[in-house]
């Protein structure tokens, strides 16, 4: 059965490379001269620089040629899924879309799954979601990942399908789990990239870690999720990747603020919308997310970094 990556960009690239080692893969960018620039070179310079293409990977930016495949992958940032749905519906519709996206939707509170469920009630909606970087899976890195669908023979078929010889897929029906996890440890990772960039150290790094993983819980578990699904790949191990490595685009963005450094505001960082998306859910839940919190203020400017510092370590003293 024949895989379609919508997005060709570094991660829905990564993807396609990855699948294509094993199975045909259709790698859609709506950009034609794009598609037709990595027809031609056998390459995505653009976004991807350095992979060449498996044979079984074909380009296009005719989505009613992608959307022949069995499978879909939607590899667009979380703030665009919504329109790509809607501008797609008549194609999309009924099909197994797999979200490759993390956050939480402006304006809604929403995950990727429940976006899809809502454009596209027809569709058949899953996640993958869990600690990977672009270029190592396009060098054929090994990882494990989470692939959450709330249909369990869905979930295991597309196990099968989607697992490759490096890329190692768990299977959940905790959609809500897995769709926090993911969004969440981006918002720790920029507070964890500021720590680093104001030279607060690593030990502050490691508390700002563990707590975040309790503020992401802490939503996870008010929303249905169960806890062993944010223990796992989804939660702690994306957390862990995320928040260690100048790889993420949002541990860079939270360098960029603790060294009072411009930051490239074209460069997509998921946790931005999704931190102030989570602060408008916690406010209206209310819910206790300090940390989130405190991200959106260095966001909005309406924190300095020493004011967050000092919010934070003067909250009440609690048990752990």
Known sequence: MSVAVLGAGAFGTALAVSLARQT?????????????????SRRNDRRLPGTSFPDRLETTSDLSIAAGSGTILL???MQQL????????ALLSGRRLVACCKGIELGTGLGPVSVIS????????????????AADIARGLPTALTLACADPDIVRALQVELSTVNLRLYRTTDTIGAEV???????????????????LGDSARAALMTRGYAEMQRLALALGARAETLAGLSGFGDLALTC?????????????????????????????????AV???????????PITTCVTGLL?????????????LARPLKEE
């Open 181 to 199: 996890g993911g969004a969440l440890k981006n918002v720790i990772a920029i507070a964890c990239g500021a720590v680093i960039g104001a030279g």
């Open 82 to 89: 919504r329109a790509t749905l809607h501008s797609h519906a």
């Open 118 to 133: 809502q454009v596209l009630p027809d569709a058949t909606p899953a996640l993958l979601t869990g600690p990977s970087f």
């Open 244 to 276: 260690t490595s100048e790889l993420s685009r949002n541990f860079r963005l939270g360098l960029s603020i603790g060294r009072g450094q411009a930051f490239d505001r074209s460069i997509t960082v998921e946790g931005a919308a999704t931190a102030v």
């Open 75 to 77: 590899a667009v940032p």
């Open 279 to 289: 602060s408008e859910k916690a406010d209206h839940t209310h819910l206790d997310m």
């Open 24 to 40: 045909p893969v259709t790698l859609w960018s709506r950009d034609p001269d794009h598609a037709e620039e990595m027809r031609e």
């Open 300 to 312: 909005n400017q309406s924190l300095t970094l020493d004011e967050a510092m000092a919010q934070l």
